[in-house]
């Protein structure tokens, strides 16, 4: 078995590694397609200036001959890998939550992570991985090559996009906000009742994408951030599926809303029905004289 990962940053090497243990496929050939240096945990690694579709395909026939190509589901990867596989017309599974051993089947989300489904697949396949569903390590001191292949257009230089340098999705509490919010201003509330939880403060889709109230690294949502932490506090969020999906990994779901039939509330083990301009400040301060803050 040749097993090819497409990374793009080293922090989602443990998933890769943990998804092969599980699935029996730690002694299998490894190679890795990077933009930065592994220094352990594969046989061999191709350096590239630009994890991108352009570059895959470019490479030829470097990536031929692989049983599974697999990469973390991060937008840029997923991107890659799945162009790459519609190129080569090798089937795709993507955020993959968990392999059955006995069955020989991987098991991933659909509906928007309101329904789960199991297969058993063949090779060659593609495979993305859901961050935070597997855990691993294999230790090998890989070949180290450098392939300069360039995308089209040649890349002149990268900037990096602007963000607030937040990582919510390792938050243990995370306090969202939706449209329930009349104004940018008014979000200081929701900071507030972060700070005083140990939390950050995430977004639906319309406050980052439509508003630009906060930075894109705060939205929740299947194209933004997954949030998997111990409490996620809902306020003023709708519940729109995608959303949910990001979100559903929380261990408890609080949501604030005074639309009693908000969709939100199908899927929270607490529900508040109330204006949030009343609630908040309310549960703040009982907050505060609790904790002595």
Request: charged share 25%; aromatic share 10%; glycine share 8%.
């Amino acid at each position: 078995m040749k097993v090819l990962a497409v990374l793009d940053n080293p922090k989602y090497i443990p998933d890769i590694h943990g998804f092969l243990e599980k699935a029996g496929f730690s002694e299998s050939t490894l190679y890795a397609v990077s933009n930065f240096d592994i220094p352990d945990g594969f046989d061999k690694v191709i350096r590239v200036d630009d994890v991108s579709s352009d570059v895959l395909v470019r490479m030829g026939d470097e990536l031929d001959g692989f049983d599974i190509y697999i990469a973390p589901h991060t937008k840029k990867s997923l991107e890659a890998l799945s162009y790459y596989a519609g190129y080569r017309g090798i089937p795709i599974a993507t955020e993959i939550i968990d392999y059955i051993v006995e069955e020989k089947k991987i098991v991933r989300n659909i509906l928007s992570g309101r329904g789960i489904v199991s297969y058993r697949v063949a090779t060659p396949i593609a495979l993305t991985i859901a961050p935070g569903k597997f855990k691993g390590s294999i230790s090998r001191t890989p070949e180290v090559i450098h392939n300069d292949v360039k995308p089209t257009p040649s890349l002149i230089s990268i900037e990096e996009k602007s963000f607030g340098g937040v990582d919510i999705e390792n938050a243990e509490v995370v306090v969202g906000v939706g449209r329930g919010f009349r104004d940018k201003d008014d979000l200081n509330i929701a900071f507030e009742l972060a700070k005083i939880l140990g939390g950050e403060v995430g977004c639906s889709r319309p406050i980052a994408a439509d508003y630009h109230w906060l930075d894109e690294d705060r939205w929740i949502g299947i194209s933004g951030k997954k949030v998997r932490g111990k409490l996620y506090i809902a306020i003023g969020v709708s519940g729109a599926p995608q959303h949910i999906m990001a979100a559903n990994d929380t261990r408890v779901i609080v949501a604030v809303n005074k639309d009693k039939n908000a969709p939100i509330f199908e899927y929270a083990d607490y529900g508040v029905v109330a204006d949030l301009y009343k609630f908040i400040p309310i549960f703040i301060d009982k907050l505060k004289r609790r904790l002595d803050v």
